[in-house]
């Protein structure tokens, strides 16, 4: 049977690596309405597609593209890897999955990796081939992996002051290992945010992205509960939200191979998170 949402949120709990695996956005958090849509850009702009800051400038939030504009969907991946995870790496544990990038590169499957700063000075190579790759886009999940809210399934917090300099570092590392052109997308580590951490954040420019489809891999042992979580929670311009972390999330490249075909046999085109905000530019 398909997990529940409350016994996924609760298997997050289990650990903080992985934390970006509960459902958007976090009670006791502020969810502020949409941002308006950025105008269309011009075919000639080189800047990826954002969304418009909200009210005061804050960081805009992105959850799904348009549901009536065709059966698109887009695979989004978190590369996560906390900023005291040395040692455990050091000794053997792997937060990489090179099979499952094998997998969608295989399949074919356009897929945004969300990167944690720490993670990418861990594996410059592989992060250096997926900023290469036109299949792949490559944005930010935070250097640290600290939440920027409390009570955010466990895992350390950044103070409001450090917020900043915390995804511009990421920017600099993912750089530095390789990435010439990371993506102004912005994925908070657990999707936890309020108010404070969209205006902290806001002088980056970047838009915040989320996610619709919780597919419950972290800690999964079961790929075929996981698989139909997702396919049932698919819709058209749905974001969905997996990992890329072998030693916490060991089914999704399992995932990945049963879901694909049958999204593409339901009609589905998969899509990078960059087309879906800009398919909603215009079309709020």
């Known amino acids: 049977m398909i997990a529940h949402a409350r016994r996924i949120t609760a298997v997050c709990a289990l650990g903080a ?112 081939s997926l900023g290469h790759d ?11 992996h600290y939440a920027f809210t409390a009570d955010c399934y466990g895992l350390p917090t950044v ?40 205006r902290a954040i806001s002088g980056v420019g970047v838009t915040a992205v989320q996610w619709d489809v919780v597919s419950g891999d972290a800690f999964a042992t079961d790929a075929d509960a996981v698989s139909r979580q997702v396919l049932d929670g698919v819709k058209p311009g749905s974001v969905v939200v997996m990992h890329c972390t072998r030693s916490a999330a060991p089914t999704t490249e399992r995932v990945v191979r049963t879901v694909v075909p049958e999204l593409r046999k339901q009609g589905y085109r998969f899509v990078k998170v960059s087309e879906l905000i800009g398919e909603t530019n215009g079309h709020r």
């Not at 590392?173 to 912005?186: L, S």
């Open 159 to 198: 103070d409001a002051a450090r917020m900043r300099s915390d995804v511009e570092r990421a920017y600099t590392a993912i750089r530095a290992a390789g990435v010439p052109n990371p993506m102004p997308y912005f994925r908070f580590p657990g999707g936890c945010y309020d108010r404070q951490a969209l």
């Open 17 to 128: 690596t992985l934390a970006a695996c509960g459902s958007a956005g976090t009670s006791g958090t502020a969810r502020p309405a949409h941002a308006k849509p950025a105008a269309p850009q011009s075919p000639s702009a080189s800047r990826p597609p954002t969304l418009t800051p909200g009210p005061g400038g804050l960081t805009p939030v992105f959850e799904h593209g348009p549901r009536t504009l065709g059966k698109t969907v887009a695979l989004t991946f978190d590369a996560d890897m906390t900023a005291d995870q040395g040692q455990r790496a050091a000794a053997g544990e792997h937060f990489d999955n090179p099979d499952l990038i094998g997998t969608l590169r295989t399949l074919k499957v356009p897929a945004t990796i969300f990167m944690t700063g720490r993670w990418a000075e861990q594996y410059p190579a592989q992060a250096r």
């Open 134 to 144: 036109p299949q792949f886009e490559v944005a930010n999940h935070s250097y640290s």
